[in-house]
T-cell receptor, first 112, second 113 residues
């Protein structure tokens, strides 16, 4: 059974400082990785998807995947207070892309 | 453009009462549909998915059921609510095929008292 863990649980950064979030997974054959953001009481907003080792950039969000080390990172460049939210990592395998496992999330707080 | 609509936005229900949550996707034919649940402070868990009308697969057993009566409609229900059913329910859709994005609705906040 795939396990997805995120760290840290909570992260506080100052406005404009880079924020880095970590997601580890247990199944090295996984090949679908997504980062989502959830503002309090709201639905999920997809930030960036990555399907192969390396980096993928979407605006101020960059995902970095290293399947050998079982890590996928999210870097947020110059975060704003409006970026304060719960960030969720989602992992699935292409053979059953319909089953998605989420991590517990990282609460990001961006101070003005 | 595709839109996803969930109803109701919020619900307060008594233990033992029935529940029906709905989700409609407009602007996309034959979408894959999903139900997710998030307990307060808990992990987002996938409950069900459906690839086609009339077919629903269960991922996590929570004494809930789901149905897809129409191509664009996904229903989550139970005849008897438990306190543990409280939480945030999200409906989502994706296109068919690999590596497709999953798009989420705004969710339903359920409080069971």
């Amino acid at each position: 059974q795939q396990k997805v863990q995120q760290s840290p649980e909570s992260l506080t950064v100052s406005e404009g400082a880079m924020a880095s979030l970590n997601c580890t997974f247990s199944d090295r054959s996984s090949d679908n990785f997504r980062w989502y953001r959830q503002h309090s009481g709201k639905g999920l907003e997809v930030l960036v998807s990555i399907f192969s080792d390396g980096e993928k950039e979407e605006g101020s969000f960059t995902a970095h995947l290293n399947r050998a080390s079982l890590h996928v990172f999210l870097h947020i460049r110059e975060p704003q207070p409006s970026d304060s939210a719960l960030y969720l990592c989602a992992v699935s395998h292409d053979t059953n892309a319909y089953k998605v496992i989420f991590g517990k999330g990282t609460h990001l707080h961006v101070l003005p | 453009a595709q839109t996803i609509h969930q109803w109701p936005v919020a619900e307060i229900k008594a233990v033992g009462s029935p529940l029906s949550l709905g989700c409609t996707i407009k602007g996309k034919s034959s979408p894959n549909l999903y139900w997710y649940w998030q307990a307060t402070g808990g992990t987002l868990q996938q409950l069900f998915y459906s690839i086609t009308v009339g077919q629903v697969e269960s991922v996590v057993q929570l004494n809930l059921s789901a149905s897809r009566p129409k191509d664009d409609q996904f229903i989550l229900s139970t005849e008897k609510l438990l306190l543990s059913h409280s939480g945030f329910y999200l409906c989502a859709w994706s296109r068919t095929g690999a590596n497709t994005e999953v798009f989420f609705g705004k969710g339903t906040r359920l409080t069971v008292v």
